[in-house]
């Protein structure tokens, strides 16, 4: 629990520079997709393929910047996305094969990583509203699935999480995400507000149940150990990922009243 503890510690303190300098974004982003293109590697593979983890990291680094600009593209793939995600939690069976399982995932971690800047680049309070959303419903699962959890939510692919823990973190998630977009981010659309920050964490559930069957199908725990007690890199942002281009999505639809 101590080292789970220092660790997110750690990981909030190199978090933090991410909002004050765009070169550091730069360093984060590039890394996150090297890291990201190997254990994806490692995931399907006991050896190392240098030209699949090159095309691999080329790919995350490149995918999503056509995708944000049109808004039809940008449907079209929230669409692909939605069902490919609930074609796994159903059937729990992904039907790629390796090689194609890597580079559509690839595809949707560099979608992200894109939308991640180019969230940034409109404004750090962006950014600082997914993560509280994001980060507050899985503390606000966490700590209602301990205590009251009893209803297992789809046990065949993630036995710890419950229906309470999920309850809980769209509550307490949304809940933060009203009051930062309201006081901070001073958005006066209520009603599409509150649509957002209570979409959102259930959109994250999502991604988390997504990758906890792509580990769970190949047999692993986490993605990697780069982060003790907390697994890899892809383990930290599973949930990030969904979110983030949930609200890519939803902002390119001219809702908020925020441009894009």
């Known amino acids: 629990m101590k080292e789970r503890a220092l660790t997110a510690f750690l990981i909030i303190l190199g978090v933090i520079p991410l909002f004050f300098s765009l070169e550091y974004l730069y360093l984060i982003i590039i890394l996150a997709a090297f890291i990201i293109s190997l254990e994806l590697n490692d995931?399907?593979?006991?050896?190392?393929?240098?030209?699949?983890?090159?095309?691999n990291f080329a790919m995350i680094i490149s995918v999503g910047l056509d995708f944000i600009a049109s808004r039809d593209k940008l449907i079209v793939f929230g669409i692909f996305l939605l069902v490919?995600?609930?074609?796994?939690?159903?059937?729990?069976?992904?039907?790629?094969?390796?090689?194609?399982?890597?580079?559509?995932?690839?595809m949707l971690?560099?979608?992200?990583?894109?939308?991640?800047?180019?969230?940034?680049?409109?404004?750090?309070?962006?950014i600082w509203y997914i993560l509280i959303v994001n980060y507050g419903s899985d503390t606000g699962a966490y700590l209602i699935g301990s205590r009251f959890g009893k209803t297992k939510l789809?046990?065949?692919?993630?036995?710890?999480k419950t229906v309470e823990g999920a309850i809980g973190g769209i509550v307490l998630g949304g809940i933060l995400g009203v009051i930062f977009g309201y006081f901070v981010l001073k958005i006066r659309e209520l009603p599409l507000l509150i649509i957002v920050s209570f979409a959102m964490p259930?959109?994250?559930?999502?991604?988390?149940?997504?990758?906890?069957?792509?580990?769970?199908?190949?047999?692993?725990?986490?993605?990697?150990?780069?982060?003790?007690?907390?697994?890899?890199?892809?383990?930290?942002?599973?949930s990030l990922v969904f979110s983030l281009v949930?609200?890519?999505i939803f902002l390119r639809l001219g809702y908020m009243g925020i441009g894009f």
């Open 154 to 160: 789809i046990p065949h692919i993630s036995p710890n």
């Open 43 to 55: 995931l399907v593979s006991d050896e190392k393929y240098p030209l699949i983890i090159g095309l």
């Open 202 to 238: 259930i959109v994250g559930q999502l991604g988390d149940l997504f990758f906890s069957s792509l580990k769970r199908s190949y047999k692993r725990k986490d993605f990697g150990s780069i982060f003790p007690g907390h697994g890899g890199v892809l383990d930290r942002i599973d």
């Open 84 to 106: 490919f995600v609930l074609f796994d939690l159903i059937y729990n069976d992904i039907g790629f094969n390796n090689l194609s399982l890597i580079y559509t995932v690839s």
């Open 246 to 248: 949930f609200v890519v």
């Open 109 to 126: 971690v560099g979608f992200a990583l894109n939308a991640f800047v180019s969230l940034y680049n409109i404004s750090g309070l962006l």
